[in-house]
């Protein structure tokens, strides 16, 4: 009988699903909203009930949109954001007591500013691997803060997961970690084996340690590792699917997007660029590489037996988003992209022309989109976007214009990362990517001129839902690694070849004002005294 894979994906917006064949050939795909509350910039909660719903529909519809036999199913692979979920028997809410079901602290959530800068302060041995500087997105400040904000939940949850780890939990009532999830954002030192009990005891977490990690791990696997007894009753019941379907340890999202990447061609030449909602960066290198403001090294999060460097920007793909709605035209275009039947920032870059021509036309406008702080290479969640050179103009030549500019400078974020990552042992000559943000012609253009790397496109037009299928073919015994799977089933479509000449210029001088323009805000928000 022909075997069948499924990827799962968990993006801030929504659930997606996706059945593969053994070769990586996408078959069908399905996709269900996952809501969220966001009441301020500050604050964004989900629902793990309602996430888990919207997987199994996901599940159901691609199975059915693929005509396939389900008993033909031999694997499935989770990946998700790296949030936070809070389990227990009862009422867990993270946030307001008067919704309950609100369980989840999402990836985006800064809440935890004030702890993270605490835990910043002391000197903490595992601070070494996320780049000298935790974030607020990730676990240890979160979980600080729902002890000291909301004890009576921190004291009576059963389980701290990270979303992957939830979601295969649901899927086989298992409760190993994957080592992505807990090595990349909870501070496991996965090249030891071990949590470090003195951070957790130093930081105001030591009744985690003092309990012998049960809340948030004990049992930590390899991605791809097969998960107790494969599908539960339940969840199988939920999913339209026999149960005993082997389940794989997950990966945050964008390393399955890395995953479904850069196995197209050498791992250790390429970085994965993941451009959704954030961007993440993922390099892969041979031996540990300690970058300034980027996390990692990380050992054995998404390749097995490599390291791992992950940096990315804090949000991008909404950073395009807030930016182009700040722009008189933003209502016009809305509609005419409606009209058209399409997002918005698709149909800008469709109205953009080439991208040489788009760039030139923007010249005089430059983007520091660090709206939401800067991930890497400076871990500050207090930057600010800058954004120079707008005029009065309220047409819509001018918001493309402005789109453009924008794309612009995720690109020399991009290539700030690519370099600081290089002065450090940790260099690449290629970029793969992914992510939806990512799929249009016009931005993987401007990514390649900008960055002045080359840009790979994958065969796949899914590959983060390819990345976790790689994952349930490896613990379905499909392929008996994932070097092998990712080999398999991966390829290299096309390139975008970086611009020469007069344009690959114009684009260095622009990168030059890029970082001037960060580094003087990052000056005035130093040499302005705080507010009383």
Same mark, same amino acid.
């Given at each position: ?52 719903? +919207? ?157 012998? !990690? ?22 199988? /019941? ?17 390393? +399955? ?141 001018? #918001? ?29 000559? /290629? ?12 931005? /993987? ?7 002045? #790397? ?10 983060? #839902? ?38 690959? /210029? ?7 004002? !890029? ?18």
């Amino acid at each position: 009988m022909t075997r069948y894979l499924i990827g799962i994906d968990v993006g801030t917006g929504s659930a997606r699903a996706g059945v593969f064949d053994t070769d990586g050939q996408l078959l069908a795909h399905a996709s269900r909203p996952v809501q969220m509350h966001r009441p301020t910039g500050d604050i964004a909660e989900q629902s793990s009930a309602q996430v888990w719903d +919207a997987v199994c529909q996901a599940v159901r519809q691609a199975v059915g949109q693929a005509g396939i036999d389900p008993a033909s199913v031999a694997g499935i692979g989770f990946d998700a954001t790296c949030s936070l979920v809070v389990c227990g028997d009862g009422a867990f809410g993270v946030g307001d007591p008067a919704h309950p079901d609100r369980d989840i602290i999402v990836w985006m959530d800064h809440r935890a500013v004030e702890q993270a800068a605490r835990i910043n302060a002391g000197d903490h041995e595992v601070l070494n691997y996320v780049g000298g500087r935790i974030s607020p997105e990730m676990e240890t400040p979160k979980l600080l803060w729902l002890k000291e904000n909301r004890p009576q939940v921190f004291d009576a949850a059963h389980d701290f997961f990270d979303l992957t780890d939830f979601l295969t939990w649901k899927a086989t009532g298992s409760k190993a970690r994957s080592t992505c999830t807990v090595t990349c954002k909870w501070t496991y030192l996965a090249h030891e084996g071990r949590w470090d009990a003195d951070y957790f005891h130093a930081i105001g977490l030591g009744v985690l340690a003092d309990e012998g !990690f049960t809340r948030i791990g004990t049992q930590v696997v390899e991605p791809g590792t097969a998960l107790g007894a494969g599908l539960t009753p339940d969840a199988a /019941r939920a999913m339209g699917l026999p149960a005993g379907i082997a389940v794989a340890a997950g990966l945050i999202d964008a390393h +399955a997007g890395g995953i479904g990447t850069v196995g197209a061609g050498d791992p250790f030449a390429s970085l994965g660029y993941v451009f959704g909602t954030s961007s993440c960066t993922m390099t892969t290198t041979r031996e540990p590489a300690f970058v300034p403001g980027v996390w990692g090294p990380y050992f054995s999060a998404m390749v097995p037996g490599a390291w791992l460097n992950e940096g990315g920007q804090s949000v991008a793909g909404v950073a395009i988003d807030h930016l182009v709605a700040m722009h008189p035209a933003h209502a016009r275009a809305s509609a005419a992209a409606a009209d058209a039947g399409q997002s918005l920032p698709e149909w800008l870059a469709d109205q953009a022309g080439t991208a040489g021509d788009a760039v030139t036309r923007a010249r005089h406008l430059h983007v520091v989109p660090e709206f939401l702080g800067n991930r890497a290479p400076f871990a500050d969640p207090q930057a600010r976007a800058v954004v120079m050179g707008q005029g009065m103009e309220v047409d819509i030549a001018s #918001l493309v214009s402005l789109y453009v500019a924008g794309i612009c400078g995720l690109g020399y974020g991009l290539r700030q990362i690519i370099q600081t990552q290089a002065d450090h042992g940790a260099g690449v000559s /290629r970029i793969a990517i992914s992510g939806g943000a990512g799929r249009h012609p016009l931005i /993987r253009q401007l990514l390649a001129d900008a960055t002045g #790397l080359p840009v790979d496109v994958t065969a796949c037009p899914e590959p983060v #839902l390819l990345g976790s299928a790689i994952l349930g073919g490896v613990a379905g015994g499909v392929h008996p690694d994932i070097h092998t799977a990712m080999s398999a089933m991966t390829r290299v479509q096309g390139t975008c070849q970086p611009a020469g000449g007069d344009l690959r /210029r114009l684009h260095d001088s622009r990168h030059r004002a !890029f970082l001037q323009l960060q580094s003087l805000a990052r000056q005035i928000r130093a040499d302005t005294p705080p507010s009383p």
